[in-house]
């Protein structure tokens, strides 16, 4: 139990483009999802925090206009990256938690989500 | 200084050797204690959890949490080439705190 997916693992765009990247957990109901940002041998950073139904909560120096947020559903989230630079290339990574089967309280995070702007 | 330390490695250990990994952290608020596997090019894998000083065990996996020297552990024994990851520590200050405070990460090889 506990899985969570992400769509697509892999995605290139062009520069001022938009890219949307789905989060799914399918076994369990997701009260609450994460997305995160991790560069080249670092650590997860936490962008936003969103509960179904809710506005996501952002995280300082995370820009809410452009990286939506929408949590619509209790299985799905979604980010979307607006007008990409190639300083948004990295790799995105969602967590979901909820009542899965293990514990209510803990992440349980998708494969990621790997974005390269040119 | 960051919250949550852990070495970044590489640790290269033989097959079959005990893996030995640990975060130290500053902010006594940290209750519950968290233990992750990454893969390269994938999403973190809950390994462990704990809510408490002591220790955890699951499979050959160990964790321990030392509240009073702010030092958590993770042990693998008989490790194997597929135990070949960064594992981190992550840590919250509730049960159903949402913010989670993440170590480095560190590079383990485990060579056959």
């Known amino acids: 139990g506990a899985v969570v997916s992400q769509h697509p693992s892999w995605v290139i765009c062009k520069s001022g483009t938009s890219v949307k990247i789905e989060c799914r957990s399918l076994?369990?109901?997701?009260?609450?999802m994460f997305w995160y940002r991790q560069f080249p041998k670092q650590s997860l950073m936490l962008m936003a925090t969103?509960?179904?139904?809710?506005?996501?909560?952002?995280e300082q120096g995370v820009e809410k206009d452009k990286f939506l947020i929408n949590h619509a559903s209790l299985t799905l989230s979604t980010l979307t990256v607006t007008s990409a630079h190639p300083e948004d290339s990295s790799f995105y990574i969602c967590?979901?938690?909820?009542?899965?089967?293990?514990?209510?309280?803990?992440?349980?995070f998708g494969p990621g989500t790997r974005l390269t702007v040119t | 200084q960051k919250e949550v330390e852990q070495d970044p490695g590489p640790l290269s250990v033989p097959e079959g050797a005990i893996v030995s990994l640990n975060c130290t952290y500053s902010n006594s608020a940290f209750q519950y204690f968290m233990w992750y596997r990454q893969y390269s090019r994938k999403g973190p894998e809950l390994l462990m959890y704990?809510?408490?000083?002591g220790n955890k065990e699951d499979g050959r996996f160990t964790a321990q949490v030392d509240k009073s020297s702010k030092y958590i552990s993770l042990f693998i024994r008989d490790s194997q080439p597929s135990d070949s990851a960064t594992y981190l520590c992550?840590?919250?200050?509730?049960?159903?705190?949402?913010?989670?405070?993440f170590g480095g990460g560190t590079r383990v090889l485990v060579k056959p």
């Open positions: 076994d369990f109901q997701a009260t609450t």
């Open positions: 704990t809510y408490s000083s």
């Open positions: 967590s979901a938690r909820g009542l899965a089967g293990g514990s209510p309280y803990e992440q349980y």
């Open positions: 969103s509960n179904e139904g809710s506005k996501a909560t952002y």
């Open positions: 992550a840590m919250r200050r509730s049960a159903a705190g949402n913010k989670l405070t």
